[in-house]
Nanobody
C-alpha cells in the first residue's frame, strides 16, 4: 500500500514557482517527521527540507534556503513544499518521505517514501 503520494510537479521556467503536495494515507504516518528529497539525473538523492510533527519553520538544505518553504496541513494529512525562484539546477524527481526519527529521515533512511514527482525547470 502506498503510504505517501506526491503531486504538483511539472515544467516551469526559471524564476517561476511550484508547490508540491504529499498526502499521507494514514494519520499515523503523517504524525511522523516528514520531508522532501530530490534526485537529479546522474546524481545521488539529496535532502531538501524536513518538518517535525508539531510543525514549525522546518530544516532546509543550504541550496534551497530562502527559496523553498515546507509546511503541513494537519486536517488534510498533507505536507507541502513551496518552491520559488526556481533554477534549472532544481530539476529533479522530488520525493516525500517520513520516519519517526528526524535524524534518520534527514539522512535519507526514512521508513516511508512516495513514488516521486518530476520537476523540470527550463532556462
Amino acid at each position: 500500500q502506498v503510504q505517501l503520494a506526491e503531486s504538483g510537479g511539472g515544467l516551469v521556467q526559471a524564476g517561476g514557482s511550484l508547490r508540491l503536495s504529499c498526502v499521507a494515507a494514514r494519520r499515523t504516518v503523517f504524525r511522523n517527521p516528514m520531508g522532501w528529497f530530490r534526485q537529479a539525473p546522474g546524481k545521488e538523492r539529496e535532502f531538501v527540507a524536513a518538518i517535525v510533527s508539531s510543525g514549525g519553520t522546518g530544516d532546509y538544505a543550504d541550496s534551497v534556503k530562502g527559496r523553498f518553504t515546507i509546511s503541513k496541513d494537519n486536517v488534510a494529512n498533507t505536507v507541502y513544499l513551496q518552491m520559488n525562484s526556481l533554477t534549472p539546477e532544481d530539476t529533479a524527481v522530488y520525493y516525500c518521505a517520513a520516519d519517526p526519527t528526524l535524524s534518520k529521515l534527514t539522512a535519507g533512511r526514512g521508513d516511508y517514501w512516495g513514488q516521486g514527482t518530476q520537476v523540470t525547470v527550463s532556462s
